[in-house]
Nanobody, 124 residues
Framework: QVQLVESGGGLVQAGGSLRVSCVASGRTFNSFAMGWFRRPPGKEREFVAY????????DYAESVKGRFIISRDNAKNTVYLQMNSLKPEDTAVYYCARTWYYTPQTTPDKYDDWGQGTQVTVSS
């Protein structure tokens, strides 16, 4: 089991930027792909972004394409989500998660370990 800890959430005005991070425990970080999900208030958890083990392959939800960038630093056991041009509808708790699948996965059931989440609030 891998422990994942998110950080970097906060309050930002619409149009602003924010970067959230997720640090993984253990020495096998480069053995698995990672994803970001979010849970907006009163809604189900939804896919945001995926990144492969090497970082060469990424995938995004349509709602964030062109605005969000997922990246990873395997030397630091960290995956990032750079969020630009933020909108009030991006307000949510953001979670990172681990998957053993080698192709982009967009559903929560394909992910094994989850962080506790970090709150992102975008004001209008």
């Amino acid at each position: 089991q891998v422990q994942l800890v998110e950080s970097g959430g906060g309050l930002v005005q619409a149009g602003g930027s924010l970067r959230v991070s997720c640090v993984a425990s253990g020495r096998t970080f480069n053995s698995f792909a990672m994803g970001w999900f979010r849970r907006p208030p009163g809604k189900e958890r939804e896919f945001v972004a995926y990144i492969s083990r090497s970082g060469e392959t990424t995938d995004y939800a349509e709602s964030v394409k062109g605005r969000f960038i997922i990246s990873r630093d395997n030397a630091k056991n960290t995956v990032y989500l750079q969020m630009n041009s933020l909108k009030p509808e991006d307000t949510a708790v953001y979670y990172c998660a681990r998957t053993w699948y080698y192709t982009p996965q967009t559903t929560p059931d394909k992910y094994d370990d989850w962080g506790q989440g970090t709150q992102v609030t975008v004001s209008s």
